[in-house]
């Protein structure tokens, strides 16, 4: 199964992104380095990446002694990583970064998991114990750990999950206790960490939530640290091995080849990042972005689904056509372009409401002017929800589609789009179950500043759906509107009912602005004669027509739903 | 994993089905026959096939030489499927089968799939060769086959699908000559074949459909014949192996333990069912009652996966619900009271669909009075796509939604429900991809008696509707009256744009058939003082409210939305 990197789509949505800010933050965008990075990237992905996603996927991952070793050509592959310098994309160029902006960093994190989620999820890991280090830790240990890190010498973990503390990190248990000479002895039980033992690099800086003896209860009792695999001996190099081990790997549904770990600390050594009991604090400053990143995983493996579908119904002949003398490929057949334009159209709106977001942390980021540096923070944390919850719903719906366009062969793991579905599944659940990314909008996002965020993302939706052809662009905008007020009263008096419409909600969001944001691209793409003017247009008719039409369905789950799903009655007992 | 066969559920819903019937056509259920042999069902599901479930996914098959071997306790298994009288429940006495209705058949084929859907495709595959032979097969052959086939101590195939021809039956190609002693000789190559070779029984009858040398093109020319893998010898012992052979086993997103065969025909001896060319007749026969099946496949493993999820979600405890002081079991938290309660409806609107469906075959068959036999033989056919596309898009989304609830576990193959999810996949592919039931639906049933079978339908909805507190089950019921008149012309206008609208028609059908449905359980369990009466009130409330809700967004893609799927431009060119 290939894989084009669609590197002239991703431009164009990158550039719609940027706006008219494309010569002011963006002016290396605008220098014409995007485009070089992204035709780069694609070279990467489609020669280095691409060729290992099936063999990483049959290998999976092998642990013996405390050891993981990874699929064949993996090893290669990430040398080939670190040498390009895709590492150090986004990181600051003190530390040996390339300082890129979100945007772009975004659209390549998009290539990147479409040509291999699970090589991806190394990096990806990489980049979040990246922000962390770069917003708290001490200048001590960035200057001995971080330019590894970035570089990608060395890769980073993020280690939260114990068995009793998944989505509720207050149930966490880790201990960490105070050596003489300022670092900390850790100890306990971590699981589901990605790359939490591997063979890619010389060292791992493992990043673990821990509670010291004296800490608070609940989530405020948390303490991050670094606790690297290898510490540095008396003469500087990195030879001593911590306490910390693999001690299994999880048979997952997908991603074979990413090791998910359950690593054991036993008195290891680690350092404080931050403050001590302020730990959940700084694992947030990442969270936006890894959460966004999660989103573009979504994307990445829809766009890949879809290029699959579409070449396979060029391909595939059964049954006449309408009015046709012989055998038609099946993408003539109306059934089969219903689901071919669901998949590209669900895939082009995540994507600009991800690329929204990721021009928003540049804003929040970038911007001299404070007000609008605010506003936009303010607007990376009201579309962060749903870039991560929607991109990663429509992963698994169209690569779901792509194996009933494919039929019978679809079902055929050698097809290959068998494992989109089973490697896209995992988006849904992890940094932050799609359920729990609703209740944070529902919950945090909308009451922000009193509703002005809200308020403002909803008229710039209603200013274009002014201009719309199509009526259920307009009424997908008011219908979440409309939902927005409702619940933003109903959190205040009953919120087990506002929480029990968030999804809904939070999909007619999605639909509202991926209807808007494709209407925005057609126009803007119509406006300057891009090439890719045609294709938007199809894609935001058929999505007007054919996906945004569900928003009222989706107000009243929102407005009148509630009372069936709060009430249950015995359905809920024991 | 566990799982309990919902006996006092598919009870209710089968007397639901059974209506005024019960004592007429449907005596043996009267009687009490149904209760009795649901729990001997239940108890052989949950005792023989459960166990073997998990451990058929993870050993899989295995081919060697062209035999088969099943995973460890299948043949045991199987032995006591045989012996328990499992295989002969539908068939005819005059065979040894026990003549009991298709409709008491539905429930128990609920319950084997849910416990083991690989297990219980053999028999599956054996029914639909019972049902053609019984139908169309030859006294003489009949003498021959019918009776071990009916006993299952030899199995039955369907052999239709070769590489170029899937859906597409028109581009068959496989061949058969005639001999002269009355026999024919078959070659070609046959892909997709369930339960093709294995080491369950001692003989396999494989339905083979091929082409006469003097065979019109097209499905016009299309002969169905029978070929042993056995032949008997002088002493008419079935000792001479037959000339085909399996030459491949597929490896699958699911349904591990079923083998998916290859099968090679060289001069294999073949003997002709019905009549030269009429073989796709012959297979139609059999059709409404093998898709029904596949249907209940669909709320099988929706059953089973709602089972673990509200189980695991009493289980395990995340996060406090609003007010209470403690962390609450999961079930607690509004969200995912949604995920259980949409699991819950959908899985329960897809079964009294399949029950209605079945209850119409019965009728079709026992039904006296000539009218009432037609119109239920309309009414099957009519609801047979819904259905099977229905309920087998709910089993996916039912499946996924189960991994959902469980989180990070549910990613774990360990946990059992991802393989739920990956063996219910193929059902929306085989036997007809839902595609091809909402274009069979739109293009075949529809126009039934001019119209007249879906108008009785739509009557039967709008009397159950009238009765409902609840606006939003008769906005369903118009919502898709209002699609039918609409397809049923513009099918003969421009029928594109009419098959663009069947998946959402089929689907607006259903969710007005459901929530109908659902209403009419809860309406009959509060009347009869049922203990189902809460439990059907609650899932009818929450469907109403949560789901058919839907409805007008559905009928807008039926009526407005086929133009944007219909053109498509340069998206759908090469």
Not at 205 to 221: I, S
């Amino acid at each position: 199964m290939t894989y084009r990197a669609p590197v002239s789509d991703i431009l164009f949505s990158l550039r719609l992104a940027a706006g008219t800010d494309a010569g002011g933050i963006y002016a290396d965008i605008a220098e014409g380095v995007a485009e070089q990075t992204l035709n780069e990237a694609a070279k990467f992905a489609e020669g280095a990446l691409l060729p290992l996603d099936r063999i990483g996927d049959r290998a999976g991952v092998r642990l013996a002694d405390g050891a993981v070793t990874t699929a064949p050509g993996w090893r290669e592959a990430y040398a080939g990583w670190r040498e390009g310098g895709w590492n150090a994309l986004a990181a600051d160029p003190e530390f040996g970064g390339l300082g890129l902006p979100a945007l772009l960093n975004a659209a390549c994190t998009e290539i990147w998991n479409a040509a291999n989620i699970s090589f991806a999820l190394c990096p990806l890991l990489s980049h979040g114990a990246i922000e962390a280090l770069e917003a708290h830790a001490s200048a001590s240990l960035k200057e001995t750990y971080f330019a590894r890190l970035v570089s990608g010498e060395w890769t980073g973990t993020m280690n939260l999950t114990e068995p009793q503390a998944g989505s509720d990190l207050a149930l966490l248990r880790a201990r960490a206790e105070r050596n003489d000479d300022g670092s900390y002895r850790i100890s306990g039980q971590k699981i589901f960490i990605t790359y939490g033992e591997h063979d890619l690099a010389d060292n791992i800086l493992h990043l673990v939530l821990a509670r010291l003896p004296d800490a608070p209860a609940g989530v405020k009792g948390i303490s991050l640290f670094l606790a690297p695999k290898y510490l540095p001996d008396e003469n500087g190099a990195f030879t001593r091995r911590n306490a910390v081990r693999c001690v299994g790997v999880e048979h997952k549904l997908g991603i074979h080849a990413s090791p998910t770990c359950t690593m054991a600390y036993e008195d290891a050594i680690g350092y404080l990042i931050g403050e001590e009991h302020n730990g959940l604090a700084c694992m947030f400053t990442m969270m936006n972005n890894a959460r966004l990143n999660v989103g573009l995983q979504g994307v990445a493996l829809a766009e890949r689904a879809t290029q699959a579908s579409f070449d396979y119904a060029r391909e595939r002949k059964q049954g006449r056509a309408i009015g046709a003398s012989e055998t038609s490929a099946i993408i003539a057949h109306p059934d089969m372009r219903r689901m071919l334009l669901t998949m590209a159209s669900l895939t082009a709106a995540a994507r600009l409401i991800c690329f929204e977001t990721a021009a928003s942390l540049d804003r929040a980021h970038r911007c001299d002017d404070p007000v609008q540096a605010r506003e936009a923070d303010e607007r990376a944390g009201l579309l962060t929800p749903v870039a991560k919850a929607f991109s990663t719903d429509i992963g698994n719906e169209v690569t779901s589609l792509a194996v009933q366009v494919h039929g019978g062969m679809g079902y055929i793991e050698e097809t290959g789009v068998a494992q989109l579905m089973r490697d896209a599944r995992i988006c849904a659940i992890y940094e932050g179950t799609n359920g729990i990314q609703a209740i944070d909008l529902v919950g945090r996002k909308l009451p922000m500043s009193g509703g002005a965020a809200v308020k403002r993302e909803i008229d710039d939706m209603r200013a274009i759906a002014q201009e719309s052809h199509y009526a259920a662009v307009g009424d997908a905008v008011e219908a979440f509107a409309a939902a927005s007020d409702y619940l933003a009263g109903v959190m205040k008096t009953s919120p087990n009912e506002a929480l029990a419409g968030a999804t809904p909600f939070l999909r007619l969001f999605a639909l509202a602005r991926g209807a808007t944001l494709l209407e925005k691209a057609a126009g803007a793409a119509r406006h300057a004669g891009d090439p890719n003017a045609t294709r938007y247009e199809t894609l935001a008719h058929f999505f007007a027509k054919n996906v945004a039409v569900a928003a009222p369905g989706l107000v009243k789950m929102v407005t009148e739903g509630a009372q069936s799903v709060t009430e249950g009655g015995e359905l809920f007992a024991r």
